[in-house]
């Protein structure tokens, strides 16, 4: 793991995190492209160099901290070497599989901070979205000034992510792997999250309303050819068949749903998982801490995905194999 401090506009105690995936190139390329533009902290101020901090030195109140997490699965290019990282929080600081001892060390390195942005790319379609497990204030600065149209609630799913488990997280997937988009976007997206928390001051913070999809169920695959039918975000009709192959035939029976991480190739037991928008992200300042209901004057938001009016809806759908 390797640790670049550097200089922070503000007072808040900046993270962003990339190579939890090895495979995943674009959020090595976009750390690395962030210390070589951000301004090393000044050694009078306690601060740190390239790789760590200054011996017992006390820390600025104020930084930015750059993470390359996964460094042989890196070198390596592949997702892992022993176990999934972003699956094996909190981890063991004793265990003989490389991630899972590594887990902890990667969250000491982020205790106490007022906000984290993880990057992550995958062979699932656009557009770019965000995740959280829990909805902090801080939360919700970095959704809603993110440049992204949806965000995922998975407060329901696993809790051995890096969102799951380390407070003020967000996790942001930003876009296809591999692709010059994806480090294009995720640079921007980067600095749009420093402006937020006012660690980069050269422009205004931009905030916008953003929609929540729940997270529900993941989509089993079987085997043979994978045909999916819909895209991210994508409302699925009542009736429609999301996705097949030569075991599965996955029919949706409910109105309402949509799917996350849709790929046909992306990954090797799953086609997906299944969403429902709930509401929407207000920005700050902007009434209470709390997932929004959408009414009908949001619907020009709405990518075409159906949902309760109501604050929670069903997270299950149906589907017959």
């Keep these: ?14 993270a962003i995190v990339g190579g939890i995936h090895g495979d995943e190139p ?10 070589a533009e951000l301004s090393p902290l000044d050694p009078t101020d306690g601060g740190g160099v390239d790789g760590g901090r200054n011996g017992d030195d006390a820390e600025p109140e104020g930084l930015v901290r750059l993470i390359l997490a996964n460094e042989p699965a ?27 001892a590594l887990a902890p060390r990667l969250a000491a390195e982020l205790e106490g901070f ?3 942005l993880a990057l992550h790319t995958s062979h699932s379609a656009p557009p770019p979205f965000a995740i ?19 965000v995922v609630d998975a407060s329901g799913l696993r809790s051995t992510t890096l969102d799951s488990t380390i407070p003020h997280t967000v996790s942001i997937e930003v876009g296809r792997q591999g692709s010059e988009a994806a480090v294009e976007f995720g640079h921007e997206a980067c600095h749009a999250f420093l402006r937020v928390h006012d660690a980069l001051a050269d422009e205004p913070p931009t905030f916008s309303e953003t929609v929540v999809v729940k997270g529900s169920e993941e989509v089993p695959k079987g085997g043979g050819e994978p045909r999916v039918h819909f895209a991210n975000f994508e409302a699925i009709p009542e009736g429609a068949v999301f996705a097949e192959d030569d075991v599965y035939t996955h029919r949706v029976e ?49 990518s075409g995905a159906g949902g309760d009016d109501g604050e929670n809806g069903s997270e299950r759908s149906g589907r017959s194999n």
Aim: charged content about 35%.
């Design 132 to 150: 959280f497990s829990d909805l902090t204030e801080s939360v919700r600065r970095t959704v809603t000034g993110l440049p992204v149209d949806h």
């Design 26 to 35: 674009a959020g090595v390329r976009i750390v690395e492209r962030l210390a």
């Design 1 to 14: 793991m390797q640790t670049i401090d550097r200089e922070s506009a503000g007072s808040a105690r900046v």
């Design 114 to 116: 007022d906000a984290v």
């Design 254 to 302: 409910e109105p309402g749903v949509v799917p996350i991480l849709a790929s046909e190739r992306g990954y090797d037991d799953i086609f997906g998982m299944y969403g429902r928008v709930t509401g929407a992200v207000k920005p700050p300042g902007e009434g209470e801490l709390r997932v929004y209901p959408r009414g009908d004057r949001d619907e020009r938001r709405d």
């Design 74 to 100: 890196i070198e390596a290019e592949t997702r892992y070497t022993d176990a999934d990282l972003n699956r094996a929080f909190p981890g063991d600081a004793d265990s003989e599989e490389y991630e899972r």
